[in-house]
Structure formats: structure tokens, C-alpha cells
């Protein structure tokens, strides 16, 4: 792999005597201005210095902000396979997601594959050059290693069992061998660590904003390996306030939300709801009613003009969206101080404790919470007091109810394919069963498949002599 980055070479011009010579001399010049050694990359040689290693660090949190929140990335892929939004793009990559019936080729899906790839690749230079020529702060290093590692957990989280972890840092790629996704948490925990350790005793902010956010995903990364780390994972995230986020953030020159401009600006996707189509006739079961049960945590409506209701990309599809939650430069948590409740409550129902768990839950809707802070000229969403949740009295009735408080505190935040892949592992939930993933009719036509988990595509076997095909699509 290089570094992608340009460079050029300028000469010096010299006046003419002639009219001839002056249009040589600016021909050459015109030639040379344009020149370069290498017109699409620079020599691994040419970041060997302290500013070099910044612009590769810069460059591998550009690629996080593409893997997540500022592209087209396993956030919105993974909730659309779900149940939090449908397909209403003109794209069959996007259709057969939503159906839940994934091609191995599906051009879409190796996209985002690639980008979490890219994300580890660039942190895993950028690791080297900082170590080697500004180690310090020590802040900056730790990202890294949280960026490798959210890849990693983002990977396990939404992609098959069979993920390939190759290393192209160097002037050969070293091909990974498909690892299941417990593994690949593994992996992910290891990456965290170091970003935790590398800050535990530092005092500044960027250190204490690094820590926290590389608790948080090791938490999750520890409850993606089985609810016996369900403990280790509330003790690692005890302490963090409520209010804490780290951001990816977005602008009009360095990427926009694409949350807000795939859905609300594109009309490429639509919020979902259990009740589907234009005429809200086709029932879906197990789909958390995101539009219909107005919630003010994800405050979604149909989009219209005038009095008319705005058909979609697809040409046919209302639009169902949730503009008053991202605007397009809005920043977007990859992880929040919400996310350490919501293992908290996770941990004390695992300890047999449903009224802690509750306690949790009625603290989080009985306060003010920001999901989304204001960005000019957005003014953010802030969630309202909300009325406390009553005890459901079982057990099953109080898993379904701590992962429809998930579903709607982390909406679109990438989370939601994981939790449900959690449902099946872990709470013994059949893939079609009750409060898992969508089945039944599908408003476009057919029926939904039965995939739960995003595949790794058919690239992969071309590029890696080590994979032929994922070791199971199981959760």
C-alpha cells in the first residue's frame, strides 16, 4: 500500500527574445508545472519526519469518518438490514440489503468492507510513523489504536463469520486468514486496550476523550464476545458522564453527514416502520415502529411539498425522515456517553437485577439527553423529558424492552445489526423469531430472506489466496 497523496514539481521561466522562443519556453514550463514523478502517489520514504506522520494520522481519521457517519458505510448498510430504515433507492444493492438477501457481489457491501480495511490499514502506518517521529502527545498514538480498533468492532459486528484481518502496511500485503467474529472482538479488544493503557494516567483532554471512547468499545467488544463479560464491560465504562461523545465530524469542504444526505437529501433510504408501503397496508414483523411510534428520539415524518407527499429516489416510495435529527453538517457520536448506560443496564439485568436495570433506563428518558449537537444552521437534537417505562415483569418481556430502548437511544449510529446479531447469540432467539429481524412481505415485493450478518464479497476471494467464502452466515 502507499500513501495517497500527490506532488508536483515547479521550474523556474526565463523571458524570451522571440515571440518562438517565449512559446517554447511556456510550453516547457506548462509541461514541467504539470510533471511528477509518481502522478498518483508519494514514496512511503517522503512522510519520515514528524509532519509526515501527522498528515498519515489526518488521513486514517478522514478514513474513520468515511467508515462511519460520513459515508455510505455498515451504519446505514447494517440498519438497513435491520429494521431501521428500508430501501427507497433505485439501486438493487440497496433492495437486496433491505430484503435480506445480500449477493456475495454486492458492489455496495464490498465498499464498506474496504473502508473499515482502509481504516486499519492507515492507522496501522500512522501508529508506526508516530512512534518513530512525534510520539508525542501520547493522545495522538492512542487514537490510533482506537480507530484500528472501532474498525475491528465494527467489522465483527456486521460482517460474517470468515473476516480476513490482512496487513498491507508494508511493501507486500500479508494475507489474513478468515477468523470468525468472536475472534475478530478479540482483536478489536487488543487494539483498545492499547489506546486505553497508552492514556490511563494522562490528564489532558484529548487523553481523557481517547480513554473514554476506547472504554466504551472495548465494553462493546467485550459483550460481542458473550454476556459473561457482561460485568468487566459495566466496570469499564462506570464513570463516564451521560454527556460524553466522540464525534465524527462533518462539513461542506471535508465530507458531509451522509446519514442526512443519503436519506434526507438523496431520498435513498426511508425510516422504517412495521407498518410498510404508501398505504401502510403491509404489516412487518418484528420492525420497531421507528416512524410510528413518535418517538422523540428519532422525531421521523413524512417529507412533503406542500401538502404532497415526496416520492423517492425509486420514483415510487414516500419519503419517511428524520431531518430534525442530522443536518448536513452535523457531527454524529461514535460513541457516547449514552452507550456506557445502556451496558450498565444490559450488566445489571445479567446480574438479576431488573430494577437496576430500569433505574437506568427511567434516569436516562427523566433528563434532557443531546443526540446531536447543534451545526449551523442546525440546531441539534436535544430529547424532551420523556414518561418513565414500566417494569415488564419477565424476563423475555425485559430484554425486548432494554433493546428497543437501544434501538431508539442509538438510531443510525451502527449499533442496531450488531444488538440484534446479540438476540440470537446470546438471548437464544431464533433469526426469524420474535423481536429480531424482519420477516414476512416486503412492501417492493417478495419476501425477506434470511440473512443476518453482511457478507465478505466475492473481491476478496480474488485478492486473498487465503479466503474462499465465509465460514457460516450464522450470527
Not at 14 to 42: Q, R
Not at 198 to 225: E, H, M, V
Request: hydrophobic share 40%.
Amino acid at each position: 500500500m502507499r500513501y495517497s497523496l500527490r506532488s508536483g514539481r515547479a521550474v523556474a521561466m526565463t523571458l524570451a527574445l522571440s515571440t518562438a522562443a517565449a512559446t517554447a519556453a511556456c510550453d516547457t514550463v506548462k509541461t514541467n508545472l504539470l510533471d511528477a514523478p509518481n502522478p498518483t502517489i508519494i514514496d512511503p520514504s517522503s512522510v519520515q519526519s514528524a509532519g509526515g506522520a501527522t498528515a498519515v494520522r489526518n488521513g486514517a481519521l478522514s478514513r474513520l469518518r468515511s467508515a462511519t457517519a460520513d459515508g455510505e458505510s455498515t451504519w446505514m448498510f447494517g440498519g438497513l438490514l435491520a429494521d431501521e430504515w428500508v430501501s427507497s433507492s433505485t439501486f438493487v444493492q440497496n433492495d437486496e440489503t433491505d430484503q435480506r438477501s445480500i449477493q456475495l457481489n454486492n458492489g455496495s457491501v464490498n465498499a464498506q468492507l474496504r473502508a473499515l480495511y482502509r481504516v486499519r490499514t492507515d492507522a496501522n502506518q500512522a501508529i508506526t510513523l508516530l512512534t518513530l517521529y512525534k510520539p508525542s502527545p501520547v493522545a495522538d498514538v492512542a487514537e490510533m489504536y482506537f480507530a484500528r480498533g472501532f474498525a475491528e468492532l465494527q467489522l465483527a459486528s456486521d460482517f460474517c463469520n470468515g473476516i480476513p484481518l490482512s496487513d498491507g502496511t508494508g511493501n507486500a500485503p500479508i494475507f489474513g486468514q478468515p477468523l470468525p467474529v468472536s475472534a475478530v472482538f478479540g482483536v478489536a479488544s487488543s487494539s483498545l486496550d492499547t489506546a486505553i493503557s497508552l492514556t490511563a494516567s494522562q490528564t489532558d483532554a484529548a487523553s481523557i476523550t481517547i480513554n473514554r471512547a476506547a472504554r466504551i468499545a472495548k465494553a462493546r467488544a467485550l459483550l460481542g464476545t458473550g454476556l459473561a463479560n457482561a460485568p468487566a464491560a459495566a466496570a469499564l465504562v462506570a464513570g463516564i458522564p451521560t454527556g460524553f461523545r466522540y464525534d465524527a465530524t462533518a462539513s461542506l469542504t471535508g465530507g458531509i453527514n451522509t446519514l442526512w444526505d443519503q436519506a434526507a437529501s438523496q431520498n435513498r433510504y426511508s425510516v422504517s416502520d412495521s407498518l410498510q408501503g404508501n398505504g401502510r397496508t403491509i404489516f412487518v414483523r418484528n420492525a420497531i415502529p421507528f416512524y410510528s411510534a413518535f418517538d422523540p428520539r428519532v422525531p421521523a415524518h413524512y417529507k412533503l411539498s406542500g401538502s404532497t407527499n415526496v416520492k423517492a429516489q425509486d420514483g415510487n416510495t414516500f419519503v419517511i425522515q428524520v431531518d430534525s435529527l442530522w443536518g448536513q453538517t452535523s457531527p454524529v457520536a461514535v460513541t457516547h456517553g449514552l452507550d456506557a448506560r445502556l451496558i450498565e443496564a444490559e450488566a445489571a439485568l445479567q446480574a438479576g437485577n431488573p430494577a437496576g436495570m430500569m433505574t437506568i433506563l427511567n434516569a436516562l428518558r427523566g433528563s434532557p439527553v443531546q443526540i446531536t449537537p447543534p451545526s449551523s444552521p442546525h440546531p441539534g437534537l436535544t430529547t424532551p423529558i420523556m414518561p418513565p417505562l414500566a417494569d415488564p415483569g419477565t424476563t423475555s418481556g425485559r430484554v425486548n424492552l432494554l433493546f428497543r430502548e437501544m434501538a431508539f437511544w442509538q438510531f443510525g449510529r451502527g449499533h442496531r445489526l450488531g444488538n440484534l446479531r446479540r438476540l440470537i447469540r446470546d438471548y437464544g432467539r431464533a433469526p426469524d423469531g420474535s423481536d429480531t429481524f424482519p420477516v414476512g412481505p416486503h412492501f417492493k415485493g417478495g419476501v425477506f430472506g434470511t440473512d443476518v450478518n453482511l457478507p465478505v464479497t466475492t473481491d476478496e476471494q480474488v485478492g486473498n489466496p487465503n479466503f474462499t467464502a465465509c465460514i457460516d452466515r450464522k450470527a
